[in-house]
């Protein structure tokens, strides 16, 4: 069974330019997460699917930041334009509907502002 | 709101001893705890997690780790280290019916022959 997948691993990109991460979840898996950590700092929660639904967006940290799930599957977040502070490691995760137990997380994509 | 600590930024520890890693947790009611471990150039795998019963869990690569809940403590543990267990661990907090978890920022092992 394939896992958490997420594209690109590594992105460099300029200050004010844009950059879409993909996140492709377990089959199957109507909940799907994403997580970011900037440098030196505790990985954060920014938003949650359940299936194309957001149930929870409380951790986005502006509105630079637009998260997709069309049609329930594979997820998108961009960042546009993007900022300094922005570089970090996203993480994607997803979940089966009813289990908050059995999390899987994927490799994460990292992100270098410059 | 929870929140975790990790207390320990960084571990050294030599190859077959023994490891802990601290985390304290402050949530109100009964916590969903997790370790998470992320090996160079991996993704986050879970070690182990406690959700209730018996407050010693066992997990996987030989972890385990007791919830003191007097402590507000999810302590991992492991008797013998193996060179493969340099890695970054983070701890977790999550709660009942809420799918956010709340990671503390991670202790970084390194093993030492």
């Known amino acids: 069974e394939a896992g958490v997948t997420q594209f690109p691993s590594h992105s460099v990109i300029e200050k004010g330019q844009t950059v879409t991460l993909r996140c492709d979840p377990i089959?199957?898996?109507?909940?799907l997460y994403w997580y970011r950590r900037v440098m030196g700092k505790e990985i954060k929660f920014l938003l949650h699917?359940?299936?194309?639904?957001?149930?929870?967006e409380s951790g986005m940290p502006n509105n630079r930041f637009l998260a997709e799930r069309t049609g329930g599957t594979y997820s998108t977040l961009k960042v546009q334009p993007a900022e300094l502070e922005d570089s970090g490691v996203y993480f994607c995760?997803?979940?089966?509907?009813?289990?908050?137990?059995?999390?899987?997380f994927g490799e994460g994509s990292w992100l270098t502002v410059v | 709101a929870q929140s975790v600590t990790q207390p320990d930024i960084h571990i050294t520890v030599s190859e077959g001893a023994s490891l802990e890693l601290r985390c304290n947790y402050s949530?109100?009611?009964?916590?969903?705890l997790f370790w998470y471990v992320q090996s160079p150039g991996q993704g986050l795998q879970l070690l182990l997690k406690?959700?209730?019963?018996?407050?010693l869990v066992q997990g996987i690569k030989g972890f385990e780790a007791e919830f003191k809940r007097s402590q507000s403590s999810f302590n991992l543990r492991k008797p013998s280290v193996h060179w493969s267990d340099a890695a970054e661990y983070f701890c977790?907090?999550?709660?009942?019916?809420?799918?956010?978890?709340?990671f503390g920022a991670g202790t970084t092992v390194t093993v030492r022959a």
């Open positions: 995760a997803s979940s089966p509907f009813d289990s908050l137990n059995t999390i899987y």
């Open positions: 089959s199957g898996h109507d909940n």
């Open positions: 699917f359940v299936k194309e639904s957001k149930q929870d």
């Open positions: 949530y109100g009611a009964t916590p969903y």
């Open positions: 406690y959700f209730s019963g018996d407050t």
């Open positions: 977790a907090v999550g709660r009942y019916n809420d799918y956010k978890l709340s």
